[in-house]
C-alpha cells in the first residue's frame, strides 16, 4: 500500500518535508498547494507526479489523499485544516497552530468529533536527548527551569506583524514551552514582559517586541522563566535547562548535558527529529495506532494556550492564570 500525500506550503517547511517523504518507501507525494498556481507547480516538478494546486480545495477534488501535512505561516490556518477535517483526511500541522486562541478550538472540536489523526511539529519531543532528560526526571526532582530562544529577526514580512505571526514568544519561543510541559509538567500561571528595544526602528512594519522574559508557574510546584529575543545578529542559541535535586540538564538542539556534582555527562542528538516524527504519523496513518505521535493536535493546543496567555499577560501587565 502506497500513501498518497500532499503538502501545503512551499516554503522551507514544506520542502524539507517533502524531500524526507520522498526517500521513504511507499510513499507518494502527490500534490503541492501554493499561494499561487506558479509556486506550486514549481514545487510539484521536483517529484516524480506531483501536482501543483492553488487551493486545498482543488487538491482535494483532484487527489486521494492519504494524509496532508500543513506548512503555512501563523495567520494562514483555519480553511485548509477544516477542509481537511470535513474529509476525515488526517495532518500533520507545523506550529504554531494560529495567531489567537479561538481557531485552534475550534480546529480541535472539529479534529474531536471525527476522530480525526494529527501531529503538530513539536519535533524537540522526538530529540535522544528530550527521551534521555525525561528518563532521568523520573528519579530527580525537578526544581525550576530556565529557556531561551535568543537570536535574529526572520527575512519575512508577516513574521514581523503581530497579526502574522503573534509574536516570537508564539512563533519560535512554543517550542521551548512546549520542551518545558513535556519534561517538567503544565503551566497553571504566567506572567510576561515585553519590549521593542531596537528592530522597529531599523526595519519597516516591525510590530512584534523584540524582546521577552516569562514567569511561569506549573502545576507540580516548579518555576521557570523563558526569555527571548530577535535583534541578535550572532550568538543564537535555544534550549531548556531544567535545576534539579541532583544538579542540571541541559536541553539543545545538538543533545543533552547532565552535570551532576564531580560528573558530567553528554548525549547527543544521533537520530533526525523530524524523521521520527514523520515515522510516527505515517505510522498511525496506515495502522490507526496513534501511540508514537508525541504531540496530538490536543496536546498542542495546551502550549499554543501558554504562548498566547504570555501575549495577553504582556499586554494588560497581570498575571494570567490557566
Request: proline fraction near 3%.
Amino acid at each position: 500500500m502506497t500513501l498518497q500525500i500532499g503538502i501545503v506550503g512551499t516554503g522551507w517547511f514544506g520542502m524539507m518535508h517533502a524531500e524526507k517523504l520522498a526517500k521513504l518507501a511507499g510513499i507518494k507525494v502527490a500534490g503541492f498547494v501554493a499561494t499561487s498556481q506558479q509556486k506550486a507547480d514549481l514545487a510539484a516538478q521536483r517529484f516524480d507526479g506531483a501536482r501543483g494546486y492553488e487551493s486545498i480545495h482543488h487538491m482535494l477534488d483532484d487527489r486521494k489523499l492519504d494524509a496532508v501535512y500543513i506548512c503555512v505561516p501563523p495567520f494562514a490556518h483555519g480553511e485548509i485544516e477544516h477542509a481537511l477535517i470535513e474529509r476525515g483526511i488526517p495532518f500533520l500541522v507545523e506550529k504554531p497552530i494560529g495567531v489567537d486562541e479561538q481557531l485552534p478550538t475550534a480546529i480541535l472540536q472539529g479534529i474531536e468529533e471525527k476522530k480525526i489523526i494529527t501531529s503538530v511539529g513539536y519535533h524537540f519531543r522526538y530529540m535522544d536527548g528530550t527521551d534521555r532528560a525525561r528518563e532521568l526526571l523520573r528519579d530527580r526532582t525537578a526544581l525550576m527551569a530556565l529557556g531561551y530562544w535568543m537570536g535574529s529577526m526572520p527575512g519575512v514580512s508577516w513574521w514581523r506583524k503581530m497579526e502574522g505571526s503573534g509574536g516570537q514568544f508564539v512563533e519560535q519561543t512554543t517550542h521551548i514551552v512546549d520542551l518545558l510541559r513535556y519534561t517538567v509538567g503544565e503551566v497553571s500561571e504566567v506572567y510576561a514582559a515585553y519590549g521593542d528595544r531596537y528592530m522597529s526602528s531599523v526595519e519597516e512594519g516591525v510590530s512584534v517586541p523584540d524582546v521577552g522574559t516569562v514567569t511561569l508557574k506549573l502545576a507540580g510546584g516548579a518555576v521557570a522563566t523563558i526569555s527571548n529575543t530577535c535583534a541578535i545578529p550572532a550568538g543564537d542559541r535555544a534550549g531548556l535547562h531544567i535545576y534539579t535535586n541532583k544538579g542540571v540538564l541541559e536541553l539543545a538542539h545538538g543533545g543533552l548535558i547532565d552535570t551532576e556534582a564531580g560528573r558530567r555527562t553528554e548525549y547527543a542528538n544521533d537520530s533526525d527529529p523530524y524523521e521520527r516524527e514523520n515515522e510516527a504519523f505515517l505510522h498511525a496513518v496506515k495502522t490507526g495506532d496513534t501511540s508514537r505521535i508525541r504531540s496530538s493536535y490536543a496536546d498542542a493546543v495546551l502550549t499554543h494556550r501558554v504562548t498566547i496567555a504570555a501575549n495577553e499577560s504582556a499586554r494588560t501587565g497581570l498575571p494570567v492564570k490557566l
